[in-house]
Nanobody, 124 residues
């Protein structure tokens, strides 16, 4: 299984970026997908998740109303549209996949597969 994230880079405060993640080696449409991020010296934290149907999403409070997760199962892709970026959004962003339903979206242990991450740097 591979989850390949792309779309990171350098942005200025207030800018937008769109991350993409392509899954291979798995039946993508069976998996709930999520995005986490990890800033230097900090724990990995939940950003957003989307159910396998695409019908239900969840967000961390810190990104609610600014970030939007979506997916296109026919292309094995999940996206994270990030708007109104600020310096606190600087982190490595990881794409992740799960089939279980017991643990919370916010719990890293809930996820079966992780991508290698893409760096997002926001300058103020």
């Amino acid at each position: 299984v591979q989850l390949q994230a792309s779309g990171g880079g350098l942005a200025q405060a207030g800018d937008s970026l769109r991350l993409s993640c392509t899954g291979s080696g798995l039946r993508f449409s069976n998996y709930d997908m999520g995005w986490f991020r990890q800033a230097p010296g900090k724990e990995r934290e939940f950003v957003a998740a989307i159910r396998w149907t695409g019908g239900t999403t969840s967000y961390a409070d810190s990104v609610k109303g600014r970030f939007f997760i979506s997916r296109r199962n026919a292309k094995n892709e999940v996206y994270l549209q990030m708007n109104s970026l600020n310096a606190d959004d600087t982190a490595v962003y990881y794409c992740t996949a799960r089939t279980g339903r017991i643990l919370s979206d916010f719990d890293t242990r809930a996820y079966d597969y992780w991508g290698k991450g893409t760096q997002v740097t926001v300058s103020s």
